[in-house]
C-alpha cells in the first residue's frame, strides 16, 4: 500500500492535511482528512459567567464570528427564559444575513474562483485571486465589493467589523439609527446585480466542470438544515433532516438535537465526527451548508433568490447531491441576503428603541442553534445557578460535514489518483473537494489561522512516497 | 504648616509639609502614572507603579512619599521606565487578564497604562492561576482572574460606604479579595448593594450585571463626594 499526503491543504480556513492510501497495483484504497489544529473552546468557557458566552465563543472565529455571536445568545436568551423584542431580533437576523452575504463571497471569490474562472490545471502561481484579478477584474471587484458590504453592514450595526460584541444575551445592546437604511438599501440593491452577473459568468464555466459535479463529493447522504415554513431560515424555525431522495426523515425543535445527533472522536483528525443517532455509525452520515438548504427548503422567500433557485434546480434538479453544487448555491443564498436585508431594513419594527429584555439566571441549560455559511451551528450551555458555565457543547457546521469531507476526497481520489506520479492539478482537486464544504477548521476544532494544506502518498509499508505541500 | 522646598525632574519646587510628592506633582503639572492611586481614597502605595528616584540613591512610591526639604526627585528616567514595566509585567502574569473579553475592555486602567508604558511584551512568565467568578450577589459579580489587588475596593467600601464589606485574605499571590468572612457576595449581610466598588475598580474585576462591554465606569465620583462633604 502507498499513501498520498497533501499537507498543507490550501484556501480552506484552518490547518489541514490529506492521505491517499493506494495497494499494491497503485490503485486508491482510502482517503483520509486530518484537521490537525486542537483548541479546546468546549473546556476553557467552564467556569465563565454565561452572559460572556456570545463574546467569548465569537473569538472562535474571525470570519463567521456573528454566527457563533448569535448562536451563543439564542442558547442564553434560553437560560435567561427570555423573548427577545422584535427589533432585537430584526437587528440579529440583519448582521447574520450580511455576515452570510461576506463568508460567502469570501469562500466563493477569494477562495474558490480561481479554480472555477483559471481552471483546476492552472499553473500553481497564476491559480490565485490576484490570477483571477489579472484575467478577469469585473468579476473579482464584484467579490471584493460583496464582501465589503457585509463587513460594513456588520460594523455600522455591530459597532465593529470583527468581533462585534453587540449581540448579547436577551437582544441586542442598542437600536439602530433609521438614517442608515437608504446607503444600505442602494447598497443591498447593487449585491443582488454583482451576485447575478457573478451567476452568469458562473454559468458559462459550469459545462467545463461536469466531471467535477459527477465526482467532487457526489454521495447520496443526509441533509440537514433549519427551515421555516417550507422556506430558508437561518434564524427560527425547526431543524429538519432529509434523506438523500429529498424525503423528510426527521423534523425536530432545535433545543432536542441531542435525541437525534450524536459525535465520534477518531484517532486521525481533531474535529469530532457527527451522524444521526438513528442510522448509526458511519451509516448516518449527513451535510449541512449551502447546498443542504436548498435541498430542504421548497423555496427562499424573496423574489429574485426564487427566480433563481428555480434555474439552480434546472442544474441540480429538486434535490442534489453533488458537492461542488455549493458554490452555485453560495451565490443564490448571496441574492436571498440581500432581499432579506432591504425587506427587514423596511420593517418599522427594526427601529424600535426596546431591543434587549432583561433576566437573571431562570433555567441552568440553554439550546442556540442557527444557520452560519457553512450550515447548522449549534451552542448547548449547563450553568449553575448563578449563571456560571459548567459545560458546554458545540456542533459547528464544518464538523456536521466532516464524515462527508472525507467520503468525499475518497471519491475523489478514486477518480483522480492512479499510482505516485500524480499531476499537481488532479491534487488541487482532491483540495478543491474540500474547498466545496468552505470548511471553517478553525470553529470546527473550536484555532486561528490560515489554512495551509498537505497531501501525501503512503505505501502499504507505511513509507512516503510523496508529498506535496504549500 | 511648614512648607518644603525641593527639586522634581530638576525644577525648585515648594509644596506642604503634608503633601506627597504625587500630589505636588500633580498640582505643577508633571505627570506620574498611578494604578492603585484614586483621588479620593487614602493612598496606600500598594501597586508601586508611581514609584520616583529620590537623590539618586532610592526609589519610593509617590503616593504616599511626603516631601521633604532638599529632595531631589526624579520622576521618569529608563532606569524608572523598567522597574515600572516589569511591575506592571508581574501583575499581569499573576492574573489571566484577557482583553478581547473582558467588560472593561477599552476602558480599563491596566490595559491604559501597558500602552502608556509600552509593555509590548511579557518577559514574565504568566502564572495561569485557576480563579473563581462569585456572580452571586443579585446586581454584582467578581472576576478573580482580572483583580490587581489595588484594593480600591476594600478602601472605598470601608472608608466611604462605611460597610468594610471587602477585605483582602491570604497573602502573595494567593491574596484574594473578600467579601464578609469570605462568604459569596450574595450572601454578605454587610454589603449595601451601593455598588461604589464597582465604580472604582480599575479593571473588569468588578462589574456590574448586564453592563455591555466596555461600559464607562464613573471613577471620578469621590470628587464630587469630596466636595459635597466639604473636606
Given at each position: 500500500?502507498?499513501?498520498?499526503?497533501?499537507?498543507?491543504?490550501?484556501?480552506?480556513?484552518?490547518?489541514?492535511?490529506?492521505?491517499?492510501?493506494?495497494?499494491?497495483?497503485?490503485?486508491?484504497?482510502?482517503?483520509?482528512?486530518?484537521?490537525?489544529?486542537?483548541?479546546?473552546?468546549?473546556?476553557?468557557?467552564?467556569?465563565?459567567?454565561?452572559?460572556?458566552?456570545?463574546?467569548?465563543?465569537?473569538?472562535?472565529?474571525?470570519?463567521?464570528?456573528?454566527?457563533?455571536?448569535?448562536?451563543?445568545?439564542?442558547?442564553?436568551?434560553?437560560?435567561?427564559?427570555?423573548?427577545?423584542?422584535?427589533?432585537?431580533?430584526?437587528?440579529?437576523?440583519?448582521?447574520?444575513?450580511?455576515?452570510?452575504?461576506?463568508?460567502?463571497?469570501?469562500?466563493?471569490?477569494?477562495?474558490?474562483?480561481?479554480?472555477?474562472?483559471?481552471?483546476?490545471?492552472?499553473?500553481?502561481?497564476?491559480?490565485?485571486?490576484?490570477?483571477?484579478?489579472?484575467?478577469?477584474?469585473?468579476?473579482?471587484?464584484?467579490?471584493?465589493?460583496?464582501?465589503?458590504?457585509?463587513?460594513?453592514?456588520?460594523?455600522?450595526?455591530?459597532?465593529?467589523?470583527?468581533?462585534?460584541?453587540?449581540?448579547?444575551?436577551?437582544?441586542?445592546?442598542?437600536?439602530?439609527?433609521?438614517?442608515?437604511?437608504?446607503?444600505?438599501?442602494?447598497?443591498?440593491?447593487?449585491?443582488?446585480?454583482?451576485?447575478?452577473?457573478?451567476?452568469?459568468?458562473?454559468?458559462?464555466?459550469?459545462?467545463?466542470?461536469?466531471?467535477?459535479?459527477?465526482?467532487?463529493?457526489?454521495?447520496?447522504?443526509?441533509?440537514?438544515?433549519?427551515?421555516?415554513?417550507?422556506?430558508?431560515?437561518?434564524?427560527?424555525?425547526?431543524?429538519?433532516?432529509?434523506?438523500?431522495?429529498?424525503?423528510?426523515?426527521?423534523?425536530?425543535?432545535?433545543?432536542?438535537?441531542?435525541?437525534?445527533?450524536?459525535?465520534?472522536?477518531?484517532?486521525?483528525?481533531?474535529?469530532?465526527?457527527?451522524?444521526?443517532?438513528?442510522?448509526?455509525?458511519?451509516?448516518?452520515?449527513?451535510?449541512?451548508?449551502?447546498?443542504?438548504?436548498?435541498?430542504?427548503?421548497?423555496?427562499?422567500?424573496?423574489?429574485?433568490?426564487?427566480?433563481?433557485?428555480?434555474?439552480?434546480?434546472?442544474?441540480?434538479?429538486?434535490?442534489?447531491?453533488?458537492?461542488?453544487?455549493?458554490?452555485?448555491?453560495?451565490?443564490?443564498?448571496?441574492?436571498?441576503?440581500?432581499?432579506?436585508?432591504?425587506?427587514?431594513?423596511?420593517?418599522?419594527?427594526?427601529?424600535?428603541?426596546?431591543?434587549?429584555?432583561?433576566?437573571?439566571?431562570?433555567?441552568?441549560?440553554?439550546?442556540?442553534?442557527?444557520?452560519?455559511?457553512?450550515?447548522?451551528?449549534?451552542?448547548?450551555?449547563?450553568?449553575?445557578?448563578?449563571?456560571?458555565?459548567?459545560w458546554a457543547n458545540l456542533i459547528i457546521a464544518t464538523g456536521h460535514n466532516n464524515l462527508a469531507m472525507n467520503k468525499g476526497i475518497l471519491q475523489a481520489a478514486k477518480r483522480f489518483v492512479k499510482g505516485d506520479d500524480i499531476k499537481e492539478?488532479?491534487?488541487?482537486?482532491?483540495?478543491?473537494?474540500?474547498?466545496?464544504?468552505?470548511?471553517?477548521?478553525?470553529?470546527?476544532?473550536?484555532?486561528?489561522?490560515?489554512?495551509?494544506?498537505?497531501?501525501?502518498?503512503?505505501?502499504?509499508?507505511?513509507?512516503?512516497?510523496?508529498?506535496?505541500?504549500? | 504648616?511648614?512648607?518644603?522646598?525641593?527639586?522634581?525632574?530638576?525644577?525648585?519646587?515648594?509644596?506642604?509639609?503634608?503633601?506627597?510628592?504625587?500630589?505636588?506633582?500633580?498640582?505643577?503639572?508633571?505627570?506620574?502614572?498611578?494604578?492603585?492611586?484614586?483621588?479620593?481614597?487614602?493612598?496606600?502605595?500598594?501597586?508601586?507603579?508611581?514609584?520616583?528616584?529620590?537623590d539618586g540613591k532610592r526609589f519610593a512610591p509617590s503616593c504616599i512619599t511626603k516631601v521633604e526639604d532638599g529632595m531631589k526627585i526624579v520622576t521618569n528616567n529608563s532606569e524608572i521606565t523598567e522597574y515600572r514595566k516589569t511591575i506592571l509585567?508581574?501583575?499581569?502574569?499573576?492574573?489571566?487578564?484577557?482583553?478581547?473579553?473582558?467588560?472593561?475592555?477599552?476602558?480599563?486602567?491596566?490595559?491604559?497604562?501597558?500602552?502608556?508604558?509600552?509593555?509590548?511584551?511579557?518577559?514574565?512568565?504568566?502564572?495561569?492561576?485557576?480563579?473563581?467568578?462569585?456572580?452571586?450577589?443579585?446586581?454584582?459579580?467578581?472576576?478573580?482572574?482580572?483583580?490587581?489587588?489595588?484594593?480600591?475596593?476594600?478602601?472605598?467600601?470601608?472608608?466611604?460606604?462605611?460597610?468594610?464589606?471587602?477585605?483582602?485574605?491570604?497573602?502573595?499571590?494567593?491574596?484574594?479579595i473578600i467579601t464578609d468572612f469570605a462568604r459569596g457576595w450574595g450572601e454578605a449581610e454587610t454589603c449595601t448593594g451601593c455598588g461604589k466598588c464597582v465604580q472604582v475598580c480599575p479593571t473588569g474585576a468588578l462589574f456590574e450585571k448586564g453592563?455591555?462591554?466596555?461600559?464607562?465606569?464613573?471613577?471620578?465620583?469621590?470628587?464630587?463626594?469630596?466636595?459635597?462633604?466639604?473636606?
Open positions: 500500500m502507498k499513501k498520498i499526503t497533501i499537507d498543507p491543504v490550501t484556501r480552506i480556513e484552518g490547518h489541514a492535511k490529506i492521505s491517499i492510501y493506494l495497494d499494491d497495483s497503485g490503485e486508491v484504497s482510502d482517503a483520509r482528512f486530518h484537521v490537525t489544529q486542537y483548541r479546546g473552546f468546549e473546556k476553557l468557557c467552564e467556569g465563565r459567567p454565561f452572559t460572556e458566552m456570545p463574546r467569548l465563543m465569537a473569538r472562535t472565529c474571525g470570519i463567521c464570528p456573528v454566527s457563533h455571536l448569535i448562536a451563543a445568545s439564542k442558547a442564553c436568551d434560553e437560560i435567561m427564559g427570555v423573548k427577545v423584542p422584535i427589533a432585537g431580533v430584526n437587528i440579529r437576523k440583519i448582521i447574520n444575513y450580511a455576515q452570510i452575504l461576506q463568508s460567502h463571497a469570501l469562500s466563493f471569490f477569494y477562495l474558490s474562483s480561481p479554480d472555477l474562472l483559471l481552471g483546476m490545471d492552472a499553473p500553481i502561481e497564476e491559480r490565485n485571486i490576484v490570477g483571477v484579478l489579472n484575467r478577469k477584474k469585473d468579476f473579482i471587484e464584484n467579490g471584493i465589493f460583496l464582501r465589503k458590504f457585509g463587513q460594513m453592514l456588520i460594523e455600522k450595526l455591530g459597532r465593529k467589523r470583527i468581533h462585534p460584541d453587540y449581540i448579547v444575551p436577551g437582544g441586542v445592546e442598542s437600536p439602530v439609527e433609521e438614517s442608515i437604511k437608504d446607503e444600505i438599501n442602494e447598497n443591498a440593491r447593487l449585491c443582488i446585480d454583482k451576485a447575478l452577473y457573478t451567476i452568469d459568468t458562473f454559468r458559462s464555466v459550469l459545462p467545463a466542470f461536469e466531471e467535477e459535479i459527477r465526482y467532487f463529493s457526489h454521495i447520496p447522504t443526509y441533509h440537514m438544515a433549519l427551515s421555516k415554513d417550507g422556506k430558508i431560515e437561518y434564524y427560527d424555525g425547526d431543524i429538519y433532516i432529509i434523506d438523500p431522495e429529498g424525503r423528510i426523515e426527521l423534523k425536530f425543535k432545535p433545543e432536542e438535537y441531542n435525541n437525534y445527533i450524536s459525535e465520534r472522536v477518531e484517532g486521525f483528525s481533531y474535529l469530532k465526527s457527527p451522524y444521526l443517532k438513528i442510522k448509526g455509525y458511519p451509516d448516518g452520515i449527513y451535510r449541512v451548508g449551502p447546498l443542504s438548504r436548498l435541498n430542504i427548503a421548497e423555496s427562499c422567500g424573496a423574489e429574485v433568490a426564487d427566480r433563481e433557485l428555480s434555474i439552480y434546480r434546472e442544474v441540480a434538479g429538486r434535490i442534489s447531491n453533488a458537492a461542488f453544487l455549493n458554490h452555485y448555491a453560495r451565490l443564490v443564498e448571496i441574492i436571498f441576503c440581500a432581499e432579506k436585508i432591504i425587506e427587514l431594513l423596511n420593517d418599522d419594527a427594526t427601529f424600535v428603541t426596546h431591543t434587549k429584555a432583561n433576566a437573571g439566571v431562570n433555567f441552568e441549560e440553554g439550546v442556540g442553534v442557527s444557520e452560519a455559511p457553512r450550515g447548522t451551528l449549534i451552542h448547548h450551555y449547563k450553568v449553575d445557578r448563578n449563571g456560571i458555565v459548567q492539478g488532479f491534487l488541487n482537486r482532491i483540495e478543491a473537494v474540500i474547498r466545496c464544504y468552505d470548511p471553517c477548521l478553525s470553529c470546527s476544532t473550536h484555532a486561528v489561522g490560515k489554512m495551509p494544506m498537505m497531501v501525501e502518498i503512503v505505501n502499504n509499508k507505511g513509507e512516503r512516497l510523496k508529498e506535496v505541500r504549500r | 504648616m511648614k512648607i518644603k522646598t525641593f527639586t522634581i525632574d530638576g525644577v525648585e519646587l515648594s509644596g506642604r509639609e503634608d503633601q506627597t510628592i504625587l500630589e505636588v506633582a500633580r498640582e505643577h503639572g508633571i505627570k506620574i502614572p498611578t494604578l492603585c492611586h484614586l483621588e479620593g481614597l487614602t493612598p496606600i502605595g500598594s501597586c508601586r507603579i508611581c514609584i520616583v528616584e529620590i509585567e508581574m501583575i499581569f502574569a499573576e492574573r489571566n487578564h484577557i482583553c478581547s473579553i473582558c467588560i472593561a475592555n477599552g476602558n480599563c486602567e491596566l490595559q491604559n497604562l501597558s500602552i502608556e508604558l509600552g509593555m509590548d511584551h511579557f518577559e514574565i512568565k504568566n502564572q495561569y492561576p485557576r480563579c473563581e467568578v462569585d456572580l452571586s450577589h443579585e446586581k454584582y459579580g467578581i472576576d478573580h482572574n482580572r483583580c490587581v489587588l489595588c484594593a480600591r475596593c476594600v478602601r472605598v467600601c470601608a472608608k466611604i460606604e462605611g460597610a468594610h464589606t471587602k477585605d483582602i485574605s491570604g497573602r502573595g499571590h494567593n491574596a484574594r453592563k455591555p462591554v466596555g461600559a464607562r465606569k464613573k471613577r471620578d465620583f469621590l470628587n464630587y463626594l469630596k466636595i459635597m462633604r466639604g473636606q
